[in-house]
T-cell receptor, first 110, second 113 residues
């Protein structure tokens, strides 16, 4: 399967700090998605990106579809304790199949 | 709407046993899929279906069977459970093959001993 490299693997930050994570692929994708997974639950869609260069916000979250179509970025501003969880990127290729990154585990220290 | 419902939430099997993981959605989604989640490996696609009567293999299909007799249901069958199938299983659905993103169930945690 196609490999999506997500970094960092884990983050420990102070409440109020900003967070940045990214996802890179060796292949071109047509769609990038960002999900958050709370413990014991399934992933929940945060942001969807459909065009190269697209920048989309959802509250304190901002994601960008990389101009090369091989990467995407997620930023969280002014983190709060409920931001804790695992964040996954997912990319859809030209065959309409999604591939998921390995996840970034975020811990917010109050 | 209930969304995507998975049962059971937890299951312990002995090696060689068979079982079916249930998945149902009430959103009239055409596309349904099964993923397994293992530490450090993200979500890997097992099988998927683009509509009733149509199924196809994903990245890691060995040891699993699926069928799609109705739009709502997409069960996953383990034919002869192995310890390597210990994992968390997620069912997901979407309007189409995924361009709108998936709605996930809450998962089934399976342990094979």
């Amino acid at each position: 399967g196609q490999q999506l490299n997500q970094s960092p693997q884990s983050m420990f930050i102070q409440e109020g700090e900003d967070v940045s994570m990214n996802c890179t692929s060796s292949s071109i994708f047509n769609t990038w998605l960002w999900y958050k997974q709370d413990p014991g639950e399934g992933p929940v869609l945060l942001i969807a990106l459909y065009k190269a260069g697209e920048l989309t916000s959802n509250g304190r979250l901002t994601a960008q579809f990389g101009i090369t179509r091989k990467d995407s970025f997620l930023n969280i501003s002014a983190s709060i304790p409920s931001d804790v969880g695992i964040y996954f990127c997912a990319g859809m290729n030209t065959g309409n199949q999604f591939y998921f990154g390995t996840g970034t585990s975020l811990t917010v220290i109050p | 709407n209930a969304g995507v419902t998975q049962t059971p939430k937890f299951q312990v099997l002995k090696t060689g046993q068979s079982m079916t993981l249930q998945c149902a959605q009430d959103m009239n989604h055409e596309y349904m899929s099964w993923y397994r989640q293992d530490p450090g490996m993200g979500l890997r696609l097992i099988h998927y279906s683009v509509g009733a009567g149509i199924t196809d293999q994903g990245e890691v299909p060995n040891g699993y069977n699926v069928s799609r007799s109705t739009t709502e249901d997409f069960p996953l069958r383990l034919l002869s459970a192995a310890p390597s199938q210990t994992s968390v299983y997620f069912c997901a659905s979407s309007y189409s093959s995924g361009n709108y993103g998936y709605t996930f169930g809450s998962g089934t945690r399976l342990t094979v001993v």
